[in-house]
């Protein structure tokens, strides 16, 4: 079972960057696919972006086309959610997520899909 935790989320001006980072421990964590999701106040929780565990990503949100970019560095366990020209309507709590499978370009933009889930980390973008 691997657990998760996300780092690097903060309070940031518009058009600024962030990089968050999902580190995995627990598991063989290049043996899971990952995503981000984030939640914004008085919403439901949306998907953002996702990656298999051989690299390939699925098409990233609308909102966030262009702007973010999903990694992983399966040698250090981490995943990495890069946040470009940052928008107030980006303000939200990031999740990072995971679940096992053996296939290598396998991903989701379900959110039940995933098993684990980190606390998440939260996002502020001011105008």
């Not at 990089?19 to 043996?31: E, I, N, Q, V, W």
């Not at 609308?62 to 995943?79: L, M, P, Y």
């Not at 990495?80 to 997520?97: G, H, I, R, W």
């Amino acid at each position: 079972q691997v657990q998760l935790v996300e780092s690097g989320g903060g309070f940031v001006q518009a058009g600024d960057s962030l990089r968050l980072s999902c580190a995995a421990s627990g598991g063989t964590f290049s043996r899971y696919a990952s995503g981000w999701f984030r939640q914004a106040p008085g919403k439901v929780r949306e998907f953002v972006a996702a990656i298999s565990w051989a690299g390939a990503h699925a098409p990233y949100a609308d909102s966030v086309k262009g702007r973010f970019t999903i990694s992983r560095d399966n040698a250090k366990n981490t995943v990495y959610l890069q946040m470009n020209s940052l928008k107030p309507e980006d303000t939200a709590v990031y999740y990072c997520a995971a679940f096992l499978t053996t296939y290598d370009y396998t991903y989701s933009v379900r959110e039940g899909t995933y098993d684990y889930w980190g606390q998440g980390t939260q996002v502020t973008v001011s105008a």
